[in-house]
């Protein structure tokens, strides 16, 4: 069995060689007949693989189509071949013309040298392909290709110099210019080229799958060798070599094939990467070489004609046409799409615009809806979009479905205005919003209600009380001041569409007409708004935090209401811009927060008749501009800030009421401007600063009753001499009445009673109280006061006189 073997493998080689050149009809046939089939539908099943993974989509379809046609090819490239290949290498001769124009006379000479030792092996090839037949070309290449793969890819210069070295040879160029899709055209020159014969020029096209001329062969294979080598930019001329071969004539095959086989390996062998040039070989010029590669990357490629019959042109009319429908189909989606939107979302989502040239809209009898259209309403009423689209910020939409709502009888309102087509869009939303204000106060029933609604007039003429105008100098309507005109309901939220215009609203209730409910949060839109006074109303609830927002806002008066909770410090820093805080005589409690303090406009702070708690803060103390400040009738406690002592503007300053404690601190003497200085009920000790003398712009009242006060009146009170009422009751103050208090020549009241004083009133003060009339009040039974008009024991006064106006007096 080992002899055997040995002598298999030793004879094997000898074997296929003396087979293949005897030529042998008798063997040729029974290996075509027995294993054509198999191996050929094993070798296109092992090729497909490898070359479906690199070949693109393209090539695959021609390789189909070119494989149905290539009998009917092979034999009309018999007769024809010398012409294509002539027609081919003129084709490529004048496409290599328009790229290397400057190595045209070097390429036609290396062609030339190709074609000479080609020439003798297609002679032998012609005599084979003659002799044989289609299957016998096809079993051939199969069989040089299953060497090939066991040989490697430099089989092509085997020794034997077989059609087998050859065929695989061919393979090799094959598979080598199938890696990049179009390379198949490459391996089906090199084939040629080997095997010198028309026959494997068809084979290899064949396998290629190009059903085309010779020209687009040679077009086909620029193209693979660009790709299968990237740091070459020159062609291989296929066509030269086809067509010198074809001229060559018919022959056996001679050593020269064995010379020719080495040769074309070595062209690629002794070619560097930079330098390898598959058309030129070895470039003697590197520098000539690299200025021919930039130009030809700069070139492009010449388009390729194709036949309009082409199965390949068919297919790209197909897809053009497809293209081409898709894009209509598109532009007719988008144009259906933009109908379908504006009929569906055209009323809800487009502000609609009344024009000025169209009649006024006879009143509707039902509300708009958002979500649906009512029976009159219809959704293409233009005022009534404009409308329902201007409140969303204010008004539910649940609204415009209730046929007697208040918002849907002033839209009727405003459908009937006579000059209705004359109004700019913001008019309109005005006159409804004044409308809707209107009708939820009861309008009908206000003490003055002068031209209010009328359809024909500008609500610039409707009444608004006090000197400012309904509206501004853009004739926009700015004041909503009523004041005391009986004005009951509620607050609509819709106010807040006014946000643009509106800069005052003055509502002041009176006893049986008064707002009520709550302030609606909406009104924080208003941020043009300088004015809010609601005072004297019963409006409940906290302050809504949007009140923030009123950045213009100046003075803010909500004094007797019934407001609780406490004051949101957001706010106290949003209005920035406030002159005036007026939060009298509701329940609001808690501290009185720091942020006060950065309110540098502030003019007045009056927090009177509510629960506020804690210390009175410093911060305050940089509210130089402040002119009044009544903390009365809370639960303040601790002591004052001396701080408060740099407050230089201020005029009023009123504590009473509360439950602050400590010493009465000296520094109030420098508040020069003091005009009333009110620290009653409190729990304040020590004695009376003599400093109070030096606030000679006294006038109104100084006043520390009822306190823990002790020592006596301090005689500097004499400089006060416009002081109208002076109460030091409820201590502990003893001594005498000072003489210098003769000098209080405005005198009107003058308390001294229920303390622990004695001696006599002073003559002069005592003429005082008796010229003015003024109300004076002591212990008679402790102090002699014939001019007193109240005679107190224990706290409990007595009128002595019979002017009812002064036993009135306290």
């Given at each position: 069995?080992?002899?055997e073997?040995?002598?298999?493998e030793?004879?094997?080689?000898?074997e296929?060689?003396?087979?293949?050149e005897?030529?042998?009809?008798e063997?040729?046939?029974?290996?075509?007949?027995?294993?054509?089939?198999?191996?050929e539908?094993?070798e296109?099943?092992?090729g497909?693989?490898?070359?479906?993974?690199?070949?693109?989509s393209e090539e695959?379809?021609?390789?189909?189509?070119?494989?149905?046609?290539?009998?009917?090819?092979?034999?009309?490239e018999?007769e024809?071949?010398e012409e294509?290949?002539?027609d081919?290498?003129?084709?490529e001769?004048?496409?290599?013309?328009e790229?290397?124009s400057?190595d045209?006379?070097?390429e036609e000479?290396?062609?030339e040298?190709?074609?000479?030792e080609?020439s003798?092996e297609?002679e032998?090839?012609?005599e084979?392909?003659?002799?044989g037949?289609?299957?016998e070309?096809?079993?051939?290449?199969?069989?040089?290709?299953?060497?090939?793969?066991?040989e490697?890819?430099?089989?092509?210069s085997?020794k034997?110099?077989?059609?087998?070295?050859?065929?695989?040879?061919g393979?090799d160029?094959?598979?080598e210019?199938?890696?990049s899709?179009?390379g198949?055209a490459?391996?089906a020159?090199?084939?040629g080229?080997?095997?010198g014969?028309a026959?494997?020029?068809?084979?290899?096209?064949?396998?290629?799958?190009s059903?085309?001329?010779?020209?687009?062969?040679?077009?086909v294979?620029?193209e693979?060798?660009?790709?299968s080598?990237?740091?070459?930019?020159?062609t291989?001329d296929?066509?030269?070599a086809l067509?010198?071969?074809?001229?060559?004539?018919?022959?056996?095959?001679?050593?020269?094939?064995?010379?020719?086989e080495?040769?074309f390996?070595?062209?690629y062998?002794?070619?560097?990467?930079?330098?390898r040039?598959?058309?030129?070989?070895?470039d003697?010029e590197?520098?000539?070489k690299?200025?021919?590669e930039k130009?030809?990357?700069?070139?492009?490629?010449?388009?390729e004609?194709?036949?309009?019959n082409?199965?390949e042109?068919?297919?790209k009319?197909?897809?053009?046409g497809?293209?081409l429908?898709?894009c209509?189909?598109?532009?007719?989606?988008?144009?259906?799409?933009?109908?379908?939107?504006?009929?569906?979302f055209?009323?809800?989502?487009?502000p609609?615009?009344?024009?000025a040239?169209t009649?006024?809209?006879?009143?509707?009898?039902?509300?708009?809806?958002?979500s649906?259209?009512p029976?009159?309403?219809?959704?293409?009423d233009?005022?009534?979009?404009?409308?329902?689209?201007?409140?969303?910020?204010?008004t539910e939409t649940s609204?415009?479905?209730?046929?007697?709502?208040?918002?849907?009888?002033?839209?009727?309102?405003l459908?009937?205005?006579?000059?209705?087509?004359?109004?700019?869009d913001?008019?309109?939303i005005?006159?409804?919003?004044l409308a809707?204000?209107?009708?939820?106060?009861?309008g009908?029933?206000?003490?003055?209600?002068?031209?209010?609604?009328s359809?024909?007039?500008?609500?610039?003429?409707w009444f608004?009380?006090?000197?400012?105008?309904?509206?501004?100098?853009?004739?926009?309507?700015?004041?909503l001041?009523?004041?005391?005109?009986?004005?009951t309901?509620?607050?609509?939220?819709?106010?807040g569409?006014?946000?643009?215009?509106?800069e005052?609203?003055n509502?002041?209730?009176v006893?049986?007409?008064q707002?009520?409910?709550?302030i609606?949060?909406?009104?924080?839109?208003?941020?043009?708004?300088?004015?809010?006074?609601?005072?004297?109303?019963?409006l409940?609830g906290s302050?809504?935090?949007?009140?923030?927002?009123?950045?213009?806002?100046?003075?803010?008066n909500?004094?007797?209401?019934n407001?609780?909770?406490?004051?949101s410090?957001?706010?106290?820093r949003?209005?920035?811009?406030?002159?005036?805080?007026?939060?009298?005589?509701?329940?609001?409690?808690?501290?009185?927060?720091t942020?006060?303090g950065r309110?540098?406009?502030?003019?007045d702070?009056?927090?009177?008749?509510?629960?506020f708690?804690?210390?009175?803060?410093a911060?305050?103390?940089?509210?130089?501009?402040?002119?009044t400040l009544?903390?009365?009738?809370?639960?303040f406690?601790?002591?004052?800030?001396r701080?408060?002592s740099?407050l230089?503007?201020?005029?009023?300053?009123?504590?009473?009421?509360?439950?602050?404690s400590?010493?009465?601190h000296?520094?109030?003497g420098?508040?020069?401007?003091?005009?009333?200085?009110?620290?009653a009920?409190n729990?304040?000790s020590f004695a009376?600063?003599?400093?109070?003398g030096?606030?000679?712009?006294?006038?109104?009242e100084?006043?520390?009753s009822?306190?823990n006060l002790?020592?006596?009146?301090?005689?500097e009170?004499?400089?006060?001499?416009?002081?109208r009422?002076?109460?030091?009751n409820?201590?502990?103050?003893?001594g005498t009445v000072?003489s210098?208090?003769?000098?209080?020549?405005?005198?009107r009241?003058?308390?001294i009673d229920?303390?622990d004083?004695n001696?006599?009133?002073?003559n002069?003060?005592c003429?005082r109280?008796?010229?003015?009339?003024s109300?004076?009040?002591?212990?008679?039974?402790?102090?002699?006061c014939p001019?007193c008009?109240?005679?107190?024991t224990?706290?409990?006064?007595t009128?002595?006189?019979?002017?009812?106006?002064?036993?009135a007096?306290?």
């Amino acid at each position: 069995e080992e002899e055997e073997s040995e002598e298999e493998e030793s004879g094997s080689e000898e074997e296929e060689s003396e087979e293949e050149e005897s030529g042998s009809e008798e063997e040729e046939s029974e290996e075509e007949e027995s294993g054509s089939e198999e191996e050929e539908s094993e070798e296109e099943e092992s090729g497909s693989e490898e070359e479906e993974s690199e070949e693109e989509s393209e090539e695959t379809s021609e390789d189909e189509e070119t494989e149905e046609g290539s009998e009917e090819e092979e034999s009309e490239e018999e007769e024809s071949e010398e012409e294509s290949t002539e027609d081919g290498s003129e084709e490529e001769s004048e496409e290599e013309s328009e790229e290397t124009s400057d190595d045209d006379e070097e390429e036609e000479s290396e062609e030339e040298e190709s074609g000479e030792e080609e020439s003798e092996e297609e002679e032998s090839g012609e005599e084979e392909s003659e002799e044989g037949d289609e299957e016998e070309e096809s079993e051939e290449d199969d069989e040089e290709e299953d060497d090939e793969d066991e040989e490697g890819e430099g089989s092509g210069s085997d020794k034997s110099g077989s059609k087998k070295s050859k065929g695989a040879s061919g393979s090799d160029k094959d598979e080598e210019g199938s890696s990049s899709g179009v390379g198949l055209a490459a391996g089906a020159a090199a084939a040629g080229v080997v095997a010198g014969a028309a026959a494997g020029a068809a084979i290899a096209g064949s396998k290629s799958g190009s059903d085309e001329s010779d020209s687009k062969k040679a077009k086909v294979f620029e193209e693979g060798s660009s790709s299968s080598h990237p740091d070459s930019n020159s062609t291989f001329d296929v066509q030269g070599a086809l067509g010198d071969k074809s001229a060559s004539g018919k022959g056996d095959k001679s050593a020269s094939d064995k010379e020719a086989e080495p040769e074309f390996t070595d062209f690629y062998k002794n070619t560097g990467d930079g330098d390898r040039d598959v058309e030129m070989g070895q470039d003697p010029e590197p520098a000539e070489k690299k200025k021919k590669e930039k130009k030809i990357k700069e070139k492009k490629a010449p388009r390729e004609k194709l036949d309009p019959n082409s199965p390949e042109a068919r297919k790209k009319r197909r897809q053009l046409g497809f293209f081409l429908i898709a894009c209509l189909l598109l532009l007719l989606g988008i144009g259906v799409g933009i109908g379908v939107g504006v009929g569906v979302f055209g009323d809800d989502d487009t502000p609609a615009t009344a024009s000025a040239t169209t009649p006024a809209t006879p009143a509707p009898s039902a509300a708009p809806s958002v979500s649906s259209a009512p029976s009159t309403l219809a959704p293409t009423d233009d005022l009534s979009s404009l409308i329902i689209r201007a409140s969303l910020p204010t008004t539910e939409t649940s609204v415009w479905d209730d046929d007697d709502s208040i918002q849907v009888k002033a839209l009727e309102w405003l459908h009937g205005n006579e000059n209705l087509q004359f109004y700019s869009d913001e008019k309109k939303i005005i006159r409804w919003v004044l409308a809707v204000f209107y009708y939820s106060t009861n309008g009908d029933n206000w003490t003055t209600n002068t031209n209010w609604l009328s359809q024909d007039l500008d609500e610039c003429t409707w009444f608004t009380a006090g000197n400012s105008p309904a509206c501004n100098r853009d004739k926009e309507f700015a004041n909503l001041e009523l004041r005391a005109n009986a004005v009951t309901g509620e607050l609509p939220p819709e106010l807040g569409l006014l946000s643009n215009v509106l800069e005052a609203i003055n509502i002041r209730g009176v006893t049986g007409a008064q707002l009520e409910d709550s302030i609606p949060t909406e009104l924080g839109l208003l941020t043009t708004l300088t004015d809010l006074t609601l005072e004297g109303n019963a409006l409940t609830g906290s302050l809504p935090s949007t009140l923030a927002n009123m950045k213009a806002l100046q003075t803010l008066n909500l004094a007797d209401n019934n407001f609780e909770g406490s004051v949101s410090r957001s706010i106290v820093r949003g209005l920035s811009d406030l002159r005036s805080i007026n939060l009298s005589n509701n329940g609001f409690s808690g501290g009185f927060a720091t942020d006060y303090g950065r309110l540098t406009n502030l003019l007045d702070i009056v927090l009177e008749g509510n629960s506020f708690t804690g210390a009175v803060p410093a911060q305050l103390s940089s509210l130089t501009s402040l002119e009044t400040l009544n903390l009365a009738s809370n639960s303040f406690d601790e002591q004052l800030p001396r701080q408060l002592s740099s407050l230089t503007n201020l005029k009023e300053f009123t504590i009473r009421d509360n439950s602050i404690s400590g010493t009465i601190h000296t520094e109030l003497g420098l508040l020069a401007s003091l005009e009333k200085l009110d620290m009653a009920n409190n729990k304040f000790s020590f004695a009376i600063p003599t400093q109070f003398g030096l606030l000679t712009n006294l006038r109104v009242e100084l006043d520390v009753s009822n306190n823990n006060l002790i020592g006596g009146i301090p005689s500097e009170l004499g400089n006060l001499t416009n002081l109208r009422r002076l109460r030091v009751n409820g201590n502990n103050i003893a001594g005498t009445v000072p003489s210098e208090l003769s000098n209080l020549d405005a005198i009107r009241v003058f308390r001294i009673d229920d303390n622990d004083m004695n001696g006599a009133m002073p003559n002069g003060l005592c003429s005082r109280v008796s010229v003015l009339g003024s109300a004076a009040f002591a212990d008679c039974a402790e102090v002699s006061c014939p001019c007193c008009t109240h005679c107190c024991t224990g706290g409990q006064c007595t009128c002595q006189s019979s002017n009812a106006v002064v036993c009135a007096a306290s």
